[in-house]
């Protein structure tokens, strides 16, 4: 709106002067005196910054996953079900079906484990020294060979129950034998998970590590209190494996791991034909530019006939 007008009909022309309000916060974002200043990327901050974008963010403990790989379990040959001898030998191990039978509860193992270690690996080394400092030198590499994982439990508390019966495919309880090494491993893998934005910030694998050859060496013992009201009963389990492998650098060669930002898409809006020309003019020319514009604008105005602009819809 004009703050002051005037004008005059001439045949079926109007003919209009005014002096038009103050235009110069039009365009805020277009502005140069209003532009804000980018920081310097070489700095230590920048550095830093760049470093965690590049990484796409922090990895947190508590997004992760855990998936268990049951053993195969006592080689029961249904053949041999009539001999009395091997009967008595295998009646109270776990054979085969029994730990395949309980993949949903396997499954829901993935939600109930509420912590569990992503282990570690050593270099062994030893000294050696012919003049001067000591030097350590590596003859070999060596795992931790335990992992513990502690576990929400039900009322009726199948999750150690599972366990159980998978130590059980290691011994006989009744007989005190001990079952073959191959029926009784199985394997553990442990996932790092991340959001990502072409998957709508839902969780994705990673980083992940394969545990090999593992086994429920300790379930631990079961804790109870008259003052836990509130609390989940839990139970915790300690593995035995014997090493591990990188997922995404020992097996997968070509695995690649999120990945950098991309640009923004940015949507501007639509200032006409001589306005989006400006707009891409150097910052310098930019502003007189559009000081130009708006002198026209303000000198030789139409009206009501093209809504105040020049020569529509260019400007």
Not at 144 to 152: L, M, R
């Amino acid at each position: 709106m004009a703050i002051l007008r005037g004008g005059r009909r001439i045949g079926p022309f109007d003919i209009r002067l005014g002096l038009p309000r103050d235009r110069s916060l039009d365009d805020v974002q277009g502005d140069p005196r209003l532009k804000r200043t980018q920081g310097n990327p070489e700095s230590t901050i920048g550095r830093f910054i760049a470093q965690v974008a590049q990484g796409e963010g922090f990895a947190r403990p508590n997004r992760f996953l855990v998936d268990f790989i049951a053993p195969q379990g006592v080689n029961y040959d249904t053949s041999l079900a009539n001999e009395v001898i091997f009967w008595e030998e295998v009646k109270n191990s776990t054979y085969g079906p029994q730990l395949q039978e309980e993949t949903e509860l396997r499954r829901g193992l993935r939600a109930f484990c509420e912590s569990i270690e992503m282990p570690g690996r050593n270099l062994n080394t030893t000294e050696f020294k012919t003049y001067g400092p000591k030097r350590e030198i590596v003859y070999g590499h060596s795992f931790s060979g335990e992992v513990t994982a502690t576990f929400y439990t039900d009322k009726y508390l199948r999750q150690r129950s599972f366990f159980e019966l998978w130590q059980k495919a290691a011994f006989d309880q009744g007989t005190n034998n001990v079952n073959f090494y191959n029926e009784y491993v199985g394997a553990i893998r442990v996932y790092q998970l991340g959001a990502f934005a072409e998957e709508n910030d839902r969780d994705r694998i990673s980083y992940g590590v394969h545990l090999y050859e593992c086994y429920p060496k300790a379930i631990n013992a079961v804790n109870y209190n008259q003052g836990s009201n509130d609390e989940i009963q839990k139970v915790s389990i300690t593995f035995a494996f014997r090493n591990w492998t990188n997922l995404t650098l020992d097996q997968v060669g070509n695995y690649t791991v999120g990945g950098g930002f991309k640009a923004p898409d940015i949507v501007e809006a639509d200032r006409g034909l001589i306005g989006n020309f400006i707009n891409k003019l150097p910052p310098e020319l930019r502003r007189a530019g559009r000081d130009a514009v708006n002198v026209i604008r303000q000198r030789v105005p139409i009206g009501a006939v093209t809504g105040g602009r020049v020569f529509p819809p260019f400007l």
